[in-house]
Nanobody, 126 residues
Framework: QVHLVESGGGSVHTGDSLTLSCVAS????????MAWFRQSSGKGHEFVAS????????VVADNVRGRFTIARENSKNTVYLHMNSLQPEDAAVYYC???????????????????WGQGTQVDVSS
């Protein structure tokens, strides 16, 4: 069982930056591929970025590539989402997810996640 807790959300203006953090409980954190999804009002979960257990492989969604990066610190059981040049369309609840085994390519769909955090809200005003 893995418990995920996100933090770092908030209200920012267009062009600002934010870093989201997700801390996982339990051991063998490097056995889990991790990913961030987001959900805005009235829409389904949208893939943002994923990272393999060792942190050497990442996948970033086309619509945020070049602005968002994902990273992890296995010694701290933590995964990050660095978000730059935020736009109003980036406003959403951001969820941290985990999948035991597999790599970053396998955690690109919500159904592939074994565990979800409670989410953290990001608001972007123009």
């Amino acid at each position: 069982q893995v418990h995920l807790v996100e933090s770092g959300g908030g209200s920012v203006h267009t062009g600002d930056s934010l870093t989201l953090s997700c801390v996982a409980s339990g051991s063998a954190f490097d056995s889990y591929a991790m990913a961030w999804f987001r959900q805005s009002s009235g829409k389904g979960h949208e893939f943002v970025a994923s990272i393999g257990g060792r942190g050497t492989g990442t996948v970033v969604a086309d619509n945020v590539r070049g602005r968002f990066t994902i990273a992890r610190e296995n010694s701290k059981n933590t995964v990050y989402l660095h978000m730059n040049s935020l736009q109003p369309e980036d406003a959403a609840v951001y969820y941290c997810t985990a999948r035991l085994g597999g790599d970053e390519n396998m955690l690109r769909w919500p159904a592939a996640a074994n565990y979800w955090g409670q989410g953290t809200q990001v608001d972007v005003s123009s």
